[in-house]
């Protein structure tokens, strides 16, 4: 066993694997990966207890990489990705860090169905990011859920945003063309506005609603401090724009705020299978290349 990796090849069939390790920190980072495209999966693992300025895990110009089922707790960064792309955070709890997670000059990662909680600075950062992808987190208790700077093209959909103390989401102003649809956002603030966004008027604005994108119906997000009126007409949709938080007096809002809470779905049944056999087709793998090397 190899730097901790427990089976593999590193290719898209054969990942490399890392998993069942507890691992401690104290003084440095817990894993560190960097300049590879190897696919690798970091699974069942405990890594916590980073020391100052340190990741739990830190992913530096990786391609690939997937982390699934893991507690990253305790450290300065739960996560930190630099010039990153196509990694997959899922069903991993990510907890009492001073941050969950950065991603800074990282593009096309997937963060779903995780635990992004109790962070003493913000649950998620993107810093200079672009094209990552949010469903089905639980971001709550951090200061703010997630900070978006410099960022555009983020997707963020069918998330919880709840008692973070500050904004669940804040956008500062030269981040563009991210959306925000069909999440929920409650009590945030301590009560205040629940979200914030300093981005200019324009083509490249941020998106909180779906009003005029076909096909219909309309959605915007739940807002727990704005869920009526809605008699004109009774659509599910409150009658007022919900407004955000913003900076010289911009007027950014969500036009189409949703009376009844998301339904946020669990984990999707074709990502499930995925998630089972692909680590079945992993093995059977290395018992077939095993056994073809005893002969």
Not at 17 to 29: H, K, N, Q, V
Not at 86 to 94: P, V
Not at 151 to 166: D, E, V
Not at 207 to 233: A, L
Request: aromatic fraction near 12%.
């Amino acid at each position: 066993m190899a730097n901790g990796v427990s089976d593999g090849a590193g290719t898209s069939g054969d990942p490399y694997i890392i998993e069942g390790w507890d691992i401690s920190a104290t003084g440095t980072y817990g894993i560190k990966m960097e300049n590879t495209t190897s696919y690798v999966i970091i699974r069942n693992c405990k890594i916590h207890d980073s020391f100052y300025m340190k990741g739990c895990v830190e992913l530096f110009k990786t391609d690939h990489v997937r982390l699934e089922k893991n507690s990253i707790q305790n450290g300065y960064y739960g996560a930190f990705l630099w010039y990153s792309m196509r990694t997959t955070f899922t069903l991993s709890d990510i907890s009492n860090n001073i941050c969950g997670i950065n991603f800074s000059y990282s593009f096309t990662n997937t963060i779903t169905h995780n635990n992004i909680t109790y962070n003493g600075q913000n649950g998620v950062d993107l810093f200079t990011a672009s094209t990552n992808v949010f469903v089905g987190n639980s971001i709550s208790y951090n200061f703010h859920g997630l900070s978006i700077i410099n960022s555009t093209a983020a997707s963020i959909t069918y998330n919880n945003f709840t008692y973070n103390s500050h904004y669940g989401v804040i956008i500062f102003s030269s981040s563009k063309k991210n959306t925000i649809i069909l999440n929920n956002f409650i009590s945030n603030n301590g009560g205040g506005t629940q979200a914030y966004d300093d981005t200019p008027s324009g083509f490249n604005q941020n998106r909180w609603n779906t009003q005029g994108t076909p096909p219909p119906p309309n959605h915007g997000n739940h807002w727990s401090d704005w869920t009526s009126p809605d008699t004109s007409p009774k659509d599910g949709i409150v009658d007022m724009p919900y407004f955000l938080d913003s900076s010289g007096g911009m007027n950014r809002l969500d036009v189409c705020p949703l009376v009844d809470p998301v339904a946020v779905p669990e984990l999707p049944p074709l990502f499930a299978i995925l998630v089972c056999v692909f680590p079945l087709l992993a093995l059977f793998i290395a018992i077939r290349r095993r056994t073809a090397q005893a002969g």
